[in-house]
């Protein structure tokens, strides 16, 4: 997630140079012009997690789980931190304010989604519903379901969600992005 919201932060700094703006006034849709910013974060963070997943499995053996369950999880975790950095760089004015923003969001919202990690809280425990207030702890259990061994259906609703999230996250910073250049 990090990752996601710094690539994304260079929306910002391109409003700054006064690129963005007159991308915007092209005939190109601003909707596909933040498509295409979204898969260069989005692809930026699939090699990062590629990187991530494929070493620790080959140089300390962790076990990810089943490939199904594991690659749906990965392309849930890529657009989640694509969107949420998106998302995050709409509400911004320059890149200035992103250091420390971007910072105390991801470090609230990290740890809200890693409580499960730290807690080891079960997940019947009511309190195991927190982690869920946040992108990232819908990340990490679909993470943690796929190293249990669940099957695909135990993976596949937190993947399904994240993906909604990740829709919804787009959705509102391009909306955001659109009102500011309308």
């Known amino acids: 997630f990090f990752t996601g919201v710094n690539t994304a932060a260079s929306l910002l700094q391109e409003d700054e140079n ?14 596909q012009i933040l498509g295409g910013k979204f898969l260069s974060v989005g692809l930026t963070v699939g090699v990062q997690v590629i990187t991530l ?9 962790i076990r990810w789980g089943a490939l ?16 949420f950095g998106v998302f995050v760089a709409s509400m911004l004015r320059d890149p200035k304010q ?27 425990n009511p309190t195991s519903l927190v982690p869920l207030l946040a992108p990232q702890g819908w990340a990490v259990r ?3 379901y796929s190293m249990n061994g669940e099957p695909l259906a135990g993976v596949l609703p937190y993947v399904l969600v994240l993906l909604g999230v990740s829709l919804a996250l787009f959705a509102a ?9 309308a």
């Open 18 to 31: 006064g690129t963005l703006p007159r991308l915007f006034t092209t005939p190109t849709p601003q909707a």
């Open 53 to 61: 997943l494929l070493p620790s499995r080959l140089l300390f053996s």
């Open 68 to 83: 199904p369950g594991l690659a749906l999880a990965a392309l849930a975790i890529t657009c989640g931190a694509a969107a």
């Open 98 to 124: 992103g250091g420390l923003v971007f910072g105390g969001v991801l470090t609230v919202t990290g740890m809200i989604g890693m409580a499960d990690v730290f807690t080891r809280t079960p997940g019947g």
């Open 142 to 144: 679909s993470l943690l």
């Open 173 to 181: 910073g391009a909306r955001r992005f659109q009102k500011r250049y």
